[in-house]
């Protein structure tokens, strides 16, 4: 006999936006909660949604990937996109909250929702009875992250030790080729972004003086170098050391010269499609202005779009593509979903989002019916797929992005123009959608 309730685990922005969900359909829902019984080290509030770094949602206009999410969120019945707005202070093009109303706005709603119940302990282990979502945030307890690890067999890291990621349309392809190294593997698989002597020894100088993030008390801790060393801290340990590591020009051609260059950054595919590229062996703490200036004095990268910084700082989070469906539910268990950025999206809406389709879906299995799969082309989609079908071996958090939808069929040279185009066309295709499936 099933339980009469959906369990919820985190009282975060995707705990939230998934019991909203639940509860709008007629489903009961047990959100549990540790605050104020125990803390995370970030956390102060015995608010639910708290605050515990920006105030800001990012861009609030149409013709942007951050902008884009929140109205397809809003479209869903968002409950953060809601208070959000109700409580928002002058941020010039962002929407940004005052962090204290904000989280009693939600909070109010939450306790006044007659099918929520907020139980206010630390959970120590996921129910395996019942549907359970675990939206436990990248702050989880340890004895939380230890069920969720033994649960996911070790697919969990404790730490986000991750490249920049750039968008293909940016990268200067007459300053770079396509190539892998001693041309085995495809002949695409990678593109290859070249220094003569001088220019590599600019970008070295550069690189080993740049600033970086000051990490907190807890985050300061040895296993974060321990797989992933930092491409400015590798480097300070010699001129050569990473250009005989991750800027290794062995066994590569440059069609330019037709010879091998003096250094070469490698660019990954991220994705399927070919739109967005990681910086191979570029893990880094400097912080997201120094990356681009850094960053941008690598040839082919004169111009490039950052999609995604660098980053490197406590934050747990399954390998979504091992463990996940698109659905946010489990492979090997699926009556239990994660959400937020457990699930490997990064931000507060995407968070938000991502608990959203969760608690949808939960409760789509509840009640016996086809689960949710937003079309590709909506952000909300293009995340969920990101998600399951990430094509990078070393998976890691992604934040909503223009380079994760389909390109378009026509060539758009204006950028804004051509993002406006592309967001009006998720909008379109989300609507019909929704109307189709009588949401």
């Known amino acids: ?96 909250v005052n962090r204290d109303d904000f989280s009693e706005m939600v909070t109010g709603e939450i306790e006044e929702n007659p099918l929520i119940e907020i139980i206010r302990e630390e959970m120590c282990e996921i129910p395996r009875d019942g549907i359970v979502i675990v939206a436990a945030g990248p702050l989880a307890s340890d004895s939380i992250s230890e069920d969720i690890k033994s ?130 062996g570029f893990q880094t703490n400097l912080k997201f202005p120094e990356q681009k200036r850094v960053f941008s004095m690598i040839p082919a990268l004169k111009n490039a779009q950052f999609v995604r910084y660098g980053v490197m700082h406590r934050n747990s989070f399954i390998n979504a593509p091992r463990v996940l469906t698109h659905h946010f539910n489990m492979k090997e268990h699926p009556d239990i979903f994660f959400a937020g950025q457990m699930t490997g999206v990064e931000g507060y809406m995407e968070s938000a989002a991502a608990g959203i389709i969760a608690g949808i879906n939960a409760a789509k299995r509840y009640l016996g019916e086809e689960m949710l799969l937003l079309p590709e082309d909506t952000m909300l989609g293009a995340l969920s797929r990101y998600v ?36 009006e066309r998720a909008m379109n295709s989300l609507g019909k959608y929704l109307e189709e499936n009588g949401m």
């Open 151 to 280: 649960l996911c067999s070790d697919n969990l890291s404790f730490y986000d030790a991750a490249a920049p990621i750039v968008s293909a349309e940016s990268i200067d392809m007459s300053r770079a080729f396509y190539q892998s190294r001693y041309d085995k593997g495809g002949e695409d698989d990678y593109i290859n972004c070249p220094m003569n002597k001088e220019e590599y020894e600019g970008f070295y100088k550069e690189l080993i003086n740049a600033e970086s993030v000051i990490l907190h008390d807890f985050e300061k801790n040895k296993e974060i170098y321990e797989g992933c060393m930092p491409i400015e801290i590798m480097a300070k340990r010699g001129e050569n050391t990473i250009r005989f590591g991750p800027m290794k020009p062995v066994g590569l051609v440059d069609p330019r010269t037709g010879h091998r260059p003096w250094a070469v950054l490698q660019l990954r595919k991220e994705n399927r499609e070919g739109t967005l590229y990681n910086l191979v």
């Open 1 to 96: 006999m099933k339980n009469d309730f959906i369990t919820v685990i985190g009282g975060g922005f995707a705990g939230v936006e998934a019991a909203t969900q639940i509860a709008k359909r007629g489903i009961k829902c047990r959100l549990y909660e540790m605050k104020p019984v125990k803390f995370s080290p970030a956390h102060k509030s015995e608010n639910l949604c708290e605050l515990v770094c920006s105030n800001s949602f990012k861009a609030a206009r149409p013709d942007s990937a951050a902008g884009l999410l929140k109205n397809e969120m809003e479209a869903l019945g968002s409950i953060t996109v809601r208070c959000a707005k109700a409580t928002a202070v002058p941020a010039g093009g962002a929407l940004a």
């Open 388 to 423: 399951e079908n990430t094509e990078t071996k070393n998976y890691q958090p992604m934040g909503a992005a223009i380079g994760l939808l389909p390109p378009l069929g026509e060539k758009i040279r204006d950028k804004r123009e051509r993002y406006a185009v592309i967001c």
